[in-house]
């Protein structure tokens, strides 16, 4: 953008353009792939790549507001993800998600430990033997972050978020984003005990949360249940809708829980109303139109891969590798050990293999503190770029031969 600079344009000014190009490259993307059968989300995280600093270099996805405006694609992206989630069918798959969730946790966690400490210590920072066995774990631990947005886009369009699978996805994945955090804090806290919150208040913290989002769930749900045979009050729930929706993603940050996990639980309260179809379709108008194809065209922006990589390409694809590999295998067992058929848990594994925000987060933390090397970060934003391009396709392949799940709410729905 520095040629509009130069040309005097105003820096305030900017913003317009660059959601011109983010929308126009979205959208150019989002044709392709579809041409050739395949997830627009897939298309649009391309065309991040090749605007973005890895090819063209056009736009710079690390300014604060395209992080904003994908924020809030990623978190009305959730909110829907919630609208059409089936709460009994959430609760029942409770065991399962648990189990899903711990082998998605325990085999990239190994895997991402071990295998840098026993082969790639020179990939390490310098330290002690134990030393060098905490900073692997730390490698471990990234390795177990699941972003299931990008799951979430293609299980919508294919009508199976509301299947058995997707429904244990998304419930595996919020039990995981629980205990990474736990996680998390607790190897931190090893590491650098000035730099964290106690594991005993974090989980403390957690708790409550959880048990005051029920709390006002409950309460929201009734009282919107209540007036939902005042017709004229049905439009005036798409506002409300949006307002907790942020306010539930605000307050579950605040206590150390993942944005999308609030935006995610938002949905699911508003499932249980009568005006879930309408909310769903204005929502899917306003994110699809402009926030969401912003957030997964700032994944590919994201990934500024430089020639650099080539001289540890072995490295950088083993920690690719193990963290497909533990996803799939571990979610997949943990699927199989409750019920699911051979099929049903590589779809389940396939769904949680994804990784974003919450890998380069946790990245950009541990480099920040030199808890890791310019080596393992660049692995982790190859590994978040390789993750999401292979998700949708796999998938798509995967869930070819199902039928959509159409009917998924709870309850009627009053208007139209």
């Known amino acids: 953008m520095e040629v509009f600079h130069a040309l005097g344009v105003a820096e305030d000014n900017i913003f317009l353009l660059e959601i011109s190009v983010l929308l126009l490259a979205a959208f150019i993307g989002g044709k392709l792939t579809a041409k050739l059968n395949m997830p627009e989300v897939l298309g649009q995280i391309l065309m991040g790549i090749i605007i973005g600093p890895t090819v063209l270099g056009l736009i710079d996805g690390e300014t604060e507001f395209i992080s904003s405006m994908a924020e809030v694609g990623v978190l009305l992206l959730m909110f829907l993800a919630g609208l059409e989630t089936n709460l009994k069918e959430l609760k029942a798959s409770g065991k399962g998600a648990s189990f899903v969730a711990l082998g998605g946790m325990l085999l990239p966690l190994l895997l991402g430990t071990l295998i840098p400490f026993m ?42 978020i509301a299947s058995k699978q ?43 949360f959880f048990v005051v989002a029920i709390v006002a769930g409950t309460i929201i749900s009734k009282v919107i249940n209540r007036y939902a045979s005042h017709y004229a009050w049905s439009d005036k729930f798409i506002p409300i809708a949006i307002i907790i929706c942020f306010l539930f993603a605000f307050s579950s940050e605040v206590f150390k829980v993942a944005a999308i996990t609030g935006a995610y639980i938002a949905g699911v309260i508003f499932s249980t109303t009568p005006f879930r179809h309408k909310i769903e379709r204005r929502i899917q108008y306003i994110g699809f139109s402009l926030f969401t194809p912003i957030f997964f065209v700032s994944i590919g922006l994201k990934a500024n891969i430089t020639s650099e990589v080539f001289g540890y390409i072995g490295y950088a694809m083993i920690i690719v590798l193990i963290a497909i590999i533990g996803k799939i295998v571990g979610c997949g067992l943990g699927a199989r050990a409750t019920g699911f058929t051979t099929k049903q848990s590589l779809q389940i594994g396939v769904g949680m293999i994804a990784r974003a925000e919450v890998a380069l987060i946790v990245a950009t933390e541990g480099i ?13 934003v190859l590994l978040v770029v390789i993750s999401t391009i292979v998700t949708p396709p796999l998938l798509k392949m995967l869930f070819s031969k199902e039928k959509p799940v159409c009917e998924i709410g709870n309850q009627h729905n009053i208007s139209g």
């Open 368 to 380: 920040t503190r030199g808890i890791i090397t310019d080596q393992t970060f660049t692995s982790i």
């Open 166 to 208: 997707g429904i244990s996805i998304l419930g595996g994945a919020i039990i995981d984003d629980v205990l990474g955090i736990i996680l998390l804090a607790v190897v931190t806290g090893i590491i650098d005990p000035s730099g964290s919150d106690s594991v005993g208040k974090l989980i403390f913290r957690m708790i409550i």
């Open 119 to 160: 082969f790639f210590k020179n990939y390490l920072p310098n330290g002690t033997n134990d030393q060098q066995f905490m900073y692997a774990l730390y490698i471990g631990t990234i390795l177990t972050a699941t972003s299931v947005s990008i799951a979430v886009s293609v299980l919508r369009d294919m009508g199976q």
